[in-house]
Structure formats: C-alpha cells, structure tokens
C-alpha cells in the first residue's frame, strides 16, 4: 500500500512536471518558426495544462478502467469551478469580463450537456449501450474544433492578448528536442503509475474506481490550473484566472473525453449522473454568483460559498462510496 501511495505521488510529479517541460520545448520550437505567442497560449500552452488529464485517461481507458478516466474529468471539473475558482477568488476579487459570462460560461454547461446526453443512450434513447463510443467522441471533438475557432477569433480581435504578455523561452533546437521527449516520457510513466496505484488503493481500500478518480486523481491532475489560477489572481489577471477555469472545463470534456473514446471507447457507470448533474448546476450557479454582491465580481464572500459546496459535495460522495 505505501508503495502505491508513494507512486501515486511520483505519478503526479511526473505529470506536472512532465506537461511544463513539453510545453517549454514544444513552445521553443514553435517560436522559431515564428508562430505568435497568441497562437501559443491558446494551442501549446492550453493543451500542455490539458495533458495530465488526457494522459490519465487514455490510459484508464486502454486499460479498462473506465470509472477512473470518467471520475478524473468530472471531478477535475468541480473541482475547477468550486475549489481553484474558490481559492483563486480568496486571493484577489476576480472581475468577471463579458465574454466570459455570454461565451464562454455558456459554452461549458454545453459541453457538459452534451456529454450527459451522449453516455446516456440506453436512458435517453432506449438504445444502444451506456457509455462514450466512437460516434459520440467524434461529436465532441466537432464542437471541440467549433471552440477553437471561436477561441482564435476572439484572440485576434482582443486587446488584452498582447505578444509581451507571455515570454517563451528561446532553447536551442537540441534541447528543445530533448525536453519534448523527456516530457512526454515523464507524462506516459506518470499516468501510468497514477492509474495502476488508483487502481490498487480503491481495491484495497474497498472503494469504488469512480470514487479515486473524482477526488485524489481529479485534484492531482488539476494542480496545474490551480497553480496558474492562483498565480493569475494574485497579479490581478482575472479574465486569465477565470478563463483558464472554464477553458480548461471544456477542454476536460471535449477534447480529453472526446479523443480518448476515439482511441478506445468508454464504459459509463449510471451512478456517476448524480456528479455531471451536480456539475451542471455548479455551471449555472456561476452567474447568480457573478450578479449576487459586486456586480460582475467574484469576491472572498463568492469564493467561501464556492469552497463550502465543495467540501460538501466531498463529504456526500465518501459517505456514498
């Protein structure tokens, strides 16, 4: 067991760290072939931060453990909204911009829909099985690339995107090469230990593969957007801290679960509705929260409510195994 727990750890080292340095390398290279530092961020940079969670699953799904993948994105997504928006908001009041609140907010609880109705065919439908087949991975990846194209319209038009805003790091090639491929060696190796070690705790423990990837994988893999959201709010970037919450929500759904059911498809245990509806109302509560108190604001009062919900909704799901 203490072997497990001590891979476990490793893992997510391996994952984070992993994910930075092939972001580095990937972004070096990038820039010598004169690609904008906006098209970085929102590509290298906003796929490297996604990386831990898609490694994770492509592995739990290749591996048969289902539960796993599904529980790591649903829960990394509560946990984006209710503790790194929380927290995040305990650090500096976090001004809402309007694009958020008529896009991109909006965009999420989409994404989450879709999914619920997708995985849910036998319930819906009365057809087929329950779960992520191919077809519907291919549904998400269209809206994924439906996104992206918003996303890169909004960055051209957008003033706050500046080339100064994000320094990339001019590498030599050969070390760009290295650190590309030390990256994603460090991100096979860690998803790989984070998933056989969950795999073992959960069955030595007597708890449920759903219940390890909603909580101690789906908080491991979202220590990248906690860091960056913390970070971002602590210098008063709060389109950057928010904008990295949501983003990376619709990246979790779309794009992970959407490519990892392409690989291989995904088995779905009906008992984890309770969690996508729960993550639908956490979606839609946003814009009370925005409104409620200073207007277009999410203040300490916001995000103690925000971490309060979470709490709460760990305590339901132990006490539920």
């Given amino acids: 067991m203490i072997l497990n727990i001590v891979l476990l750890l490793v893992g997510f080292v391996l994952l984070i760290k992993g994910a930075d340095v092939l972001v580095d390398g990937s972004s070096s290279v990038a820039k010598k072939f004169g690609i904008s530092n906006v098209v970085i961020g929102l590509t290298i ?5 996604s990386a831990p969670e898609l490694i994770v699953n492509i592995i739990a799904s290749i591996n048969g453990n289902s539960d796993i993948g599904m529980g790591n994105v649903i829960g990394s997504n509560i946990a984006n909204i209710l503790l790194i928006l929380g927290v995040a908001a305990l650090f500096s009041n976090l001004k809402v911009d309007s694009s958020i609140i008529k896009k991109q907010i909006p965009f999420s609880i989409l994404a989450v829909v ?3 109705i997708l995985i849910n065919s036998t319930i819906l439908n009365k057809t087929g099985q329950d779960g992520l087949m ?22 051209k038009k957008s003033d706050v995107l500046k080339e100064e805003n994000k320094e990339i790091k001019q590498l030599s090639k050969r070390t760009s090469i290295l650190m590309i491929i030390s990256g994603v060696v460090a991100l096979f190796f860690g998803g790989k230990f984070i998933v056989d070690s969950s795999v073992f705790i959960a ?9 390890i990837g909603l909580t101690i994988v789906a908080v491991g ?8 959201s913390v970070m ?16 990376s929500n619709i990246f979790n759904i779309l794009w992970i679960l959407g490519l990892s059911s392409i690989i291989s498809p995904i088995s779905y245990n009906p008992a984890m509705n309770f969690d ?3 993550l639908i109302i956490v979606s839609v509560i946003l814009f009370p929260l925005i409104f409620i108190g200073k207007k277009y604001h999410f203040t300490k ?8 919900l979470y709490i709460a909704y760990l305590i339901y799901i132990i006490i539920r195994g």
């Avoid at 893999?221 to 960056?228: G, H, N, Q, V």
């Fill in 276 to 278: 996508i509806i729960f």
């Fill in 232 to 247: 971002a709010a602590r210098k008063n970037q709060a389109d950057m801290a928010i904008g990295n919450v949501v983003g």
């Fill in 221 to 228: 893999t979202s220590l990248p957007e906690l860091a960056a």
């Fill in 114 to 116: 879709a999914l619920f």
């Fill in 203 to 211: 069955s030595s423990l007597g708890l449920s593969q759903a219940l």
């Fill in 134 to 155: 191919r077809s519907g991975g291919l549904i998400l990846i269209l809206f994924f690339c439906i996104f992206l194209y918003y996303t890169f319209s909004v960055a």
């Fill in 45 to 49: 940079v906003a796929f490297g931060t």
């Fill in 301 to 308: 009062k916001e995000g103690f409510v925000l971490i309060g």
